[in-house]
């Protein structure tokens, strides 16, 4: 689920085009930070062996940190149009 999210975020900012520009800015950051801290990181900690594996339930700690990011960006960047 995490890689089909990955690519939806990647096909919006492909088809803003110009708009995309305003990420370019701390906005464009964060959704970096989403994308790395939300999406990234967890499929490295589930890919990982279980015997690496943390006992702590981080992976969707950082999902749904990056989703409420995502939503953060996507609302909050639309001022900036």
Do not use: Q
């Not at 939806?8 to 492909?14: E, F, T």
């Not at 790395?36 to 749904?64: C, D, K």
């Amino acid at each position: 689920m995490l890689v089909l999210e990955l690519v939806a975020i990647v096909a919006l900012i492909v088809s803003l085009g110009r708009v995309a520009m305003v990420w370019a800015n701390a906005w464009g950051l964060l959704l970096a930070l989403m994308v790395l801290g939300g999406i990234a990181l967890p499929l490295i900690l589930r890919w990982r062996p279980p015997a690496l594996a943390a006992r702590w339930p981080v992976a969707p700690v950082l999902v749904l940190a990056g989703g409420l990011m995502l939503r953060a960006v996507i609302v909050l960047s639309s001022g900036g149009l």
